[in-house]
């Protein structure tokens, strides 16, 4: 089982810059490909941010160049950097675990964490 809490979130006016962060329970952190996803209210569920166990990324187009993930393996945590926050930002961002376990791969997700721009 892995446990995964994010933090960081909040209000912060268009332009601005917020870090979020999920730390994750259990061993074999670094084996787990992580991912930032958010969900914006009447809106589906969709992925902004994706970071593999060899470190490498994938952003959905309309972050590129604004938001960086990142991982500390040592401390068992993912990152989101987020740069030039637009209102359309606004939503509740999830973290995502994608455990390998055997011949399958098991997805976790956190609680969420709202973060608000205002314009």
């Known amino acids: 089982q892995v446990q995964l809490v994010e933090s960081g979130g909040g209000l912060v006016q268009s332009g601005g810059s917020l870090r979020l962060a999920c730390a994750a329970s259990?061993?074999?952190?670094?084996?787990?490909?992580m991912g930032w996803y958010r969900q914006a209210p009447g809106k589906q569920r969709e992925l902004v941010a994706i970071i593999t166990s060899r470190a490498s990324t994938n952003y959905v187009d309309s972050v590129k160049g604004r938001f960086t993930i990142s991982r500390d393996n040592t401390k068992n945590t993912v990152y989101l950097q987020m740069n030039s926050l637009k209102p359309e930002d606004t939503a509740v961002y999830y973290c995502?675990?994608?455990?390998?376990?055997?011949?399958?791969?098991?997805?976790?997700w956190g609680q969420g964490t709202q973060v608000t721009v205002s314009s």
């Open positions: 259990g061993s074999g952190f670094s084996s787990n490909t």
């Open positions: 995502n675990a994608e455990v390998p376990r055997g011949w399958t791969t098991v997805r976790y």
